[in-house]
Nanobody, 122 residues
Framework: QVNVVESGGGTVQAGGSLRLSCTVSDTLDKYTWGWYRQAPGKEREFVATISRISGRPSYSDSVTGRFAISGDSAKKTIYLEMNNLKPGDTAVYYC????????????????WGQGTQVTVSS
């Protein structure tokens, strides 16, 4: 069992920045990590992932160039740096862990946090 706790959400104006943190109870290198988000009335959608094998990040088209996923093994924390935020980024953001080397859908992740709300005002 891995405990996953997100923090860092809040309300920001369009064009602003936030950094989300995902603090976990196990060694980061054991898992592939992902960030997903869910807006009201919509399905949970992929935002970013970082593979436990390659360490290479990948992003959804909507956030490429604006968001960055990274990890700090010493702090057991995964980050999502979000810049140039837009009202369309408003959602609950979730951090998730997967055992597999590469994860491409919500069903690939075994552990999820409770989410943190991000609201971007225009």
């Amino acid at each position: 069992q891995v405990n996953v706790v997100e923090s860092g959400g809040g309300t920001v104006q369009a064009g602003g920045s936030l950094r989300l943190s995902c603090t976990v109870s196990d060694t980061l290198d054991k898992y592939t990590w992902g960030w997903y988000r869910q807006a009201p009335g919509k399905e949970r959608e992929f935002v970013a992932t970082i593979s436990r094998i390659s360490g290479r990040p990948s992003y959804s088209d909507s956030v490429t160039g604006r968001f960055a996923i990274s990890g700090d093994s010493a702090k057991k924390t995964i980050y999502l740096e979000m810049n140039n935020l837009k009202p369309g980024d408003t959602a609950v953001y979730y951090c998730a862990a997967a055992f597999r080397a590469y994860a491409s859908s919500v069903y690939d992740y075994e552990y999820w946090g409770q989410g943190t709300q991000v609201t971007v005002s225009s």
